[in-house]
């Protein structure tokens, strides 16, 4: 070994420039200036080089970092089978979740604003070719659930029927929208 030489320890990852030869004590210098000593059996030669030079330095420990990497595995949320399928569009249509107030409001009104709502609401599924949505409709006298039936009847794309019972319990229709294939 000799002076400018690059080389490396065996057991450590240091690498520098060969500074200085006492025998066989050689004293090197890293890319950041710091100067180790080890005795000529610890070191062995990368390259007879005048100089260290910086760029291929660097590139020979990024691609000892590429190597030693431990290739992650792209993490995904999992979804049970019976979610896979499961309508992510809901509409509540609970009158306390449709307006502030009821005050002045008669059955037939909040009749009439939960119907529009849930017309509103399948027209844009149908526009933005939602498969599924569910209404949530709650139990009561079961009014709200006939006159909602009635609508969704009315349309030929659609099929209903009663929502994930441990889900929504009985208060819920599902609804699965076929899309028309245009060509």
Same mark, same amino acid.
Request: aromatic share 8%.
């Given at each position: !070994?000799?002076?400018?030489?690059?080389?490396? #320890?065996?057991?450590?990852?240091? *690498?520098?420039?060969? #500074?200085?030869?006492?025998?066989?004590?050689? +004293?090197?210098?890293?890319t950041d200036g710091f100067e180790f000593h080890f005795e000529k059996n610890e070191l062995m030669i990368?390259?007879?080089?005048?100089? /260290?030079?910086? $760029?291929? &330095?660097?590139?020979?420990?990024?691609?000892?970092?590429?190597?030693?990497?431990i290739p992650r595995r792209k993490t995904s949320l999992s979804v049970k089978p019976k979610e896979r399928? $499961?309508? %992510?569009?809901?509409?509540?249509?609970?009158?306390?979740?449709?307006?502030?107030?009821?005050?002045?409001?008669?059955?037939?009104? !909040?009749?009439? /604003?939960?119907?529009? +709502? $849930?017309? %509103?609401?399948?027209?844009?599924?149908? *526009?933005?070719?939602?498969?599924?949505?569910?209404?949530?409709?709650?139990?009561?006298?079961?009014?709200?659930?006939?006159? /909602?039936?009635?609508? /969704?009847? *009315?349309?030929?794309?659609?099929?209903? &029927?009663?929502?994930? &019972? %441990? +889900? &929504?319990?009985?208060?819920? #229709?599902?609804v699965r929208i076929f899309q028309n294939i245009e060509s």
């Amino acid at each position: !070994m000799k002076k400018g030489d690059i080389v490396e #320890t065996i057991d450590d990852a240091i *690498r520098g420039a060969v #500074t200085k030869v006492s025998g066989t004590t050689i +004293t090197i210098e890293d890319t950041d200036g710091f100067e180790f000593h080890f005795e000529k059996n610890e070191l062995m030669i990368v390259s007879s080089s005048k100089k /260290l030079d910086n $760029a291929i &330095y660097d590139a020979d420990i990024e691609s000892v970092k590429r190597e030693k990497e431990i290739p992650r595995r792209k993490t995904s949320l999992s979804v049970k089978p019976k979610e896979r399928h $499961a309508p %992510k569009f809901e509409v509540d249509l609970h009158i306390h979740q449709l307006t502030d107030s009821t005050k002045g409001m008669t059955n037939f009104d !909040m009749m009439n /604003l939960q119907l529009d +709502t $849930a017309r %509103k609401q399948l027209e844009f599924a149908i *526009r933005k070719r939602i498969p599924k949505m569910v209404f949530i409709h709650g139990v009561g006298e079961g009014v709200l659930r006939q006159e /909602l039936e009635t609508l /969704l009847g *009315r349309y030929n794309n659609i099929q209903f &029927y009663d929502a994930d &019972y %441990k +889900t &929504y319990g009985i208060g819920a #229709t599902e609804v699965r929208i076929f899309q028309n294939i245009e060509s």
